[in-house]
């Protein structure tokens, strides 16, 4: 059974960081905006009450003329309607100070609001939606904060406990099931984000991806930050262990046995796995391995838990080239690793075998994009495998191997 809100605060928090309604003085509210394209994120400190049930946040302002309110939907994916209709809308509301709710509960350190609906479903969207969010906007308070989320439902804060559990020394609430109005001097609403997967490089370094990257390997107590290339010139030699994802559905290498084979030949030592629920189990497993080989899909998200300086490899299906550099280019390069891709043709791709060649699918990919999402992922994401020139495919290889050394 799960206590209010009010109450597990309550039971958290020392006595100094909780009080009573009477000591309560209403001030001027301070604003800051730092909306982006990707993210309305607002920024409130003064007499701030929150009313959970009905979604409600008033500032207390003695500006009676100057009373008014706006909607946030605290989702980093600002502009998709699709997204955000599985977030809920907050009303931020000015109110003089004596037509504001009775605080329930004062809590004197600072808050942030934000949804775990959208697409945080995903592997891919719960990191760079809500997780790599939520750590540029709350690693200043180191700990000292709480989270109230909307949208919450079963299984999401589980899987990421030990990442939320860094982030935030409190429980995280359900702020949705809260009926009674719990009263801040400081809270954020919303998540601070900057592009896909990534962060602004020209911000502060202590919120570099390196150093996101840094933070989820303590988190996990992963033992490696760096792979050790002793692959040639140590007294003991090792082979480099390769790691190729196997995917639950669509975009399925069909030949993977034939590719583990050439690899080995190689002079690598090749894993096929398909990726686990559990994410510490995930993350353990991903920080042992040198190089990560993965058909554009969310199991490339793992790359977060790889060594520095070790090897991504992603394989681009027929017409997904759209999305590459965004979704894991860019982002492998920022977390220090070495990236490299291979395109496969349409020679490669099941598309071929289940379409005539006059069709306009090959001829203009980005185009079918244009037309709609829903219809590019059914045709591109969800019905697309690969048979993979391995003869091509063992150039990437020798390229990697290259890097390391071998």
Request: proline share 4%; hydrophobic share 40%; net charge positive.
């Amino acid at each position: 059974m799960e206590w209010p809100v009010a109450s597990r605060i309550r039971t958290i928090l020392n006595p100094d960081e909780l009080s009573d309604e009477q000591s309560y003085l209403p001030v001027e509210p301070i604003i800051y905006n730092f909306t982006n394209s990707r993210a309305d994120v607002f920024e409130i400190n003064g007499s701030i009450r929150v009313h959970g049930i009905s979604s409600t946040i008033f500032i207390s302002s003695s500006q009676e003329n100057n009373l008014s309110s706006w909607i946030i939907q605290p989702y980093a994916r600002k502009g998709d309607t699709m997204a955000l209709g599985r977030v809920t809308n907050f009303k931020i509301e000015y109110e003089t100070p004596n037509g504001s709710p009775n605080c329930h509960q004062i809590i004197n350190i600072p808050s942030i609001i934000f949804s775990i609906g959208g697409y945080a479903g995903n592997y891919f969207h719960a990191f760079t939606d809500v997780l790599l969010p939520l750590f540029l906007t709350s690693h200043q308070f180191n700990q000292r904060v709480v989270f109230l989320v909307t949208n919450k439902y079963p299984g999401w804060i589980p899987k990421y406990k030990v990442i939320l559990d860094k982030l935030s020394m409190y429980p995280i609430h359900d702020i949705d099931k809260e009926d009674k109005t719990l009263c801040f001097s400081r809270i954020i609403i919303g998540l601070k984000a900057n592009e896909e997967f990534t962060t602004d490089s020209s911000e502060s370094t202590n919120l570099s991806m390196r150093n996101f990257t840094k933070f989820l390997r303590r988190a996990f107590a992963l033992k490696r930050d760096s792979i050790n290339n002793c692959f040639k010139s140590c007294a003991i030699k090792q082979r480099p262990r390769v790691l190729v994802i196997r995917r639950r559905k669509a975009r399925h290498i069909m030949n993977q046995g034939g590719l583990a084979e050439m690899a080995q030949s190689l002079g690598f030592e090749v894993i096929l796995k398909q990726f686990m629920w559990n994410v510490s189990i995930v993350a353990q497993l991903v920080n042992s391995f040198d190089v990560l080989v993965g058909v554009h899909g969310a199991g490339l998200t793992n790359m977060v838990f790889l060594p520095e300086n070790a090897i991504v490899i992603q394989i681009i299906p027929f017409g997904l080239d759209i999305f590459a550099k965004t979704c894991y280019e860019k982002p492998a390069r920022s977390m220090n690793l070495r990236y490299l891709e291979y395109k496969a043709s349409l020679n490669e791709s099941s598309l071929l075998q289940n379409h005539t060649l006059d069709v306009k699918i090959f001829e203009d990919p980005r185009a079918v994009y244009r037309k709609g999402f829903d219809g590019f992922r059914t045709m591109y994401l969800d019905n697309q495998d690969l048979y993979l020139d391995l003869g091509r495919f063992r150039e990437t290889l020798l390229t990697a191997s290259k890097i390391l050394g071998i």
